[in-house]
């Protein structure tokens, strides 16, 4: 059964912390994105990786940075997180294929930050 | 840039009845569109996707259509039952292996 899964579901941090959101396919997909997702705004793309070592900035980057180091793996980070960055984070992978693929969703992680 | 307009009122209708959910968009006319289902507090889940060349596609209880004069999706539930009631997205694809989400459309279905 194809799976994402991400590090925490809830996560409370303070204004100005580092936060590390870690997520995990094991689907062996190449294309691997980070979504916020806010209330009457939908789903918007903060980052989009299509191979390990390989970023590329979505709608909304401000604020945020991303890692993958292995193929399974893609992590965002909040340098220094700011109450505006409470959110739903969800972390979505997908096959590379010709056109573009279905998208397999993690449960996300709502993070709050106070 | 691709703009998707969902109707962003929930959708009440009585179980057994079909439902019918609007995907507009108003730029150029995309080579597929996807529709993903959302219940509260989790990921969305892939639902079905439709090419342009089709203009319709079915699974199970559930019908897409894909007007590209109208640049528009419509998105049927028929014999609709409460386990259906969730948030349904469309999709649309933007560049290189991305997609665009609506805002999507609350349905809920009442016994």
């Known amino acids: 059964d194809v799976k994402v899964t991400q590090s925490s579901r809830y996560l409370v941090k303070r204004t100005g912390e580092k936060v590390f959101l870690e997520c995990v396919q094991d689907m062996d997909h190449e294309n691997m994105f980070w979504y916020r997702q806010d209330p009457g705004l939908g789903l918007r793309l903060i980052y989009f990786s299509y191979d390990v070592k390989m970023k590329e900035k979505g709608d909304i980057p401000e604020g945020y940075s991303v890692s993958r180091e292995k193929k399974e793996r893609f992590s965002l980070i909040l340098e220094s997180a700011s109450t505006n960055q409470t959110s739903m984070y969800l972390c979505a992978s997908s096959l590379r294929t010709s056109g573009v693929g279905e998208q397999y969703f993690g449960p996300g992680t709502r993070l709050t930050v106070t | 840039s691709q703009k998707i307009e969902q109707n962003s009122e929930a959708l009440n209708i009585q179980e057994g009845k079909t439902a019918t959910l609007t995907c507009n968009y108003t730029n150029y006319s995309p080579a597929y569109l996807q529709w993903y289902r959302q219940d509260p507090g989790r990921g969305p889940v892939f639902l079905l996707l439709?090419?342009?060349?089709?203009k319709e596609k079915r699974k199970e209880r559930l019908k897409v259509t894909f007007d590209t004069t109208l640049k528009q999706s419509l998105f049927h539930i028929t014999a609709s039952q409460p386990a259906d009631s969730a948030t349904y997205l469309c999709?649309?694809?933007?560049?290189?292996?991305?997609?665009?989400f609506g805002t999507g459309t609350k349905l809920q279905v009442i016994p």
């Open positions: 999709a649309l694809p933007t560049f290189y292996q991305k997609v665009t």
């Open positions: 439709i090419r342009e060349n089709e």
